[in-house]
């Protein structure tokens, strides 16, 4: 067990070849470099070329990772490495490089849960305490309202999305406005001109009766086939209203669902990780609600939402620092991992 151990964290789940290194809860690196251009002209991540991308970006990535943070690899005390859940071809660049370090080098090895990994990054450049917390976390798989008791061992799920991700809707919704991949920072931007009061959008599971069996699950399927129709409806839409509408209602469940689930359970700490935390509305209006509601809101600064490799490190220096033990030899990568399991 080490105080402050000097991790580098390794993430290829999908398109982002991304390095981290931190020293204990310090950040001292994060280098990302991604693959999101040569996926755009198929209208989403395509996994050969996310694959092959990881393998030509990473000598680069963990070079400049090194210069960035000043440090050699012999310094390190471990390596972390996201091994799942994510696109398996990806993964497998990943954890065979963390492998091939950790043996070379003689230096543990920790693969840990993407989805944990998002959460992690909390606890980076700030010393206060990270359980219990609850945590919504959205990205472009995963939309769930969890209780963290232990990030590293007790993460009890409270509700999840019942169809669609958030992100997964923001992707789809952008498509049908014809927005460029990836469609979460497409709506984004193109939001900011329109406006979020001008078409009343459905708000999925948050009537009365849809709260007995699914309080806390979200459903956004609807959402996206109600935008589908009023673009049928209204052939001379105003996109920018469309979109802004439809980021409101999807930030409007996520927010309520989650204030109601920290009330519910008395955690009074939230942390909102995950691509989809990156949404400059969920963030505006996550300050607004969560001083209403007598909250303590904790969201990451938006370059560490999207996929990093800061977020594994982080993990993976919590692992070190709470002694918990590295992932064994012919460690494999796991596409479906679910929060359960956050360290391999
Ligand atoms: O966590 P992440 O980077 O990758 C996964 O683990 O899936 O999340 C990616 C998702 C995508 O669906 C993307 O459209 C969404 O996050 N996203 C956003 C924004 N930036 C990324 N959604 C809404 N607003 C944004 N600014
Ligand atoms: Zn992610």
Known sequence: MRSEPLVLGIETSCDETAIGIVRGRTLLANVISSSVEEHARFGGVVPEIASRAHLEAMPGVLKQALIDAKISLNDLDAIAVTAGPGLIGALVVGTSSAQGLAIGLGKPLYGVNHLSAHIAVDSLNSDHKLEPAIALLVSGGHSSILQVNNLTQDVKTLGSTIDDAAGEAFDKVARILDLPFPGGPSIDSAAQSGNEKAI?????????????????????????TAVARYLQKVPNYARADVAASFQEAVVDVLLLKTIAAAKESGIESVIIAGGVAANSRLRELAQVRFEAAKLQLRIPPRSLCTDNGAMVAA??????????????????????????????
């Open 200 to 224: 009343e959008f459905p708000r999925g599971l948050t009537l009365a009766k849809d709260l007995i069996d699914h309080k806390f699950d979200f459903s956004f399927s609807g959402l996206k």
């Open 315 to 344: 993990l993976g220096s919590l692992a070190v620092t709470r002694g918990i033990a590295p992932s064994a030899g012919g460690l494999s990568a796991d596409s479906a991992s679910g929060i359960t399991r956050p360290i391999f």
